[in-house]
């Protein structure tokens, strides 16, 4: 027979309950990317160390040759290189913007229905207006950033927790703070992962698993490939210095 005087767990009310649910959601989602994050900082470091150097060998070959090849007349100072850096710059900018050019219908859809579902006007006291100006503002950089994935995260963290949210009024103010605080935290990381996993690292790194599945090394295989690379600049570089020592060679 149960003791009726022992010391009985507090009922949960739905806030708290929601927010044991967000603590143990944000520890996980934190622990995930600071995996990523390790996973890939430790590539690019090895990837560094492997190539970086000879890249930066290589880059000194070639940019030694075409100094040379300007003033043997076999380069127009304003040709190859020009068009390179703008070709660059064109294809960094494309890649950094995206598709970014006007905001789609569907983008438009979903952002207004968010503003009329949050919009901190909305809210009956000030723990709910508080949590709404959070979510209000995370969906306001989301729109600007034309991220329909993170503006329906954001819906959807919303009607998750709206249920709870109606009894805004008889919570305590610390938990309904905490609980928007981790929503936002955990709309932070999404974002965070997706632009991780996006990255030229990343893809890298998927390619290395990949090699490395099928039995062989794909670092190793890049070293090899840039090392001839550097030969190749080097002979060439050697080549023009010659051609260039036999000009200044006075004439018989």
Known sequence: MSDPFALQ????TPSRARLAELELQLAERERALAEVSTDLQDLQSRYLGAVGAHYAELADFESESVAIEIRLGLRDPLDEDTAADAADATSDAGEGCGNRSAPSSD??????SLARSIHPDLALDEPARWRRHSLMAEANRAYAEQDEDRL???????????DAMLIDGADDDRVLRRIATIEARLLRIETETAD????????????????????????????????REVGRASARLASLQRAERERALPRV
């Open 9 to 12: 767990p507090a009922a949960h």
């Open 107 to 112: 983008l438009k859809k979903i952002f207004r």
């Open 152 to 162: 329906r995260l954001i819906l959807a963290s919303w009607e998750r927790g709206v």
């Open 196 to 227: 991780l996993l996006n990255s030229a690292i990343a893809r890298l790194k998927q390619k290395v698993d990949d090699a490395r599945a099928q039995g062989w090394d794909l670092l190793a295989e890049m070293v090899l490939e840039v090392k």
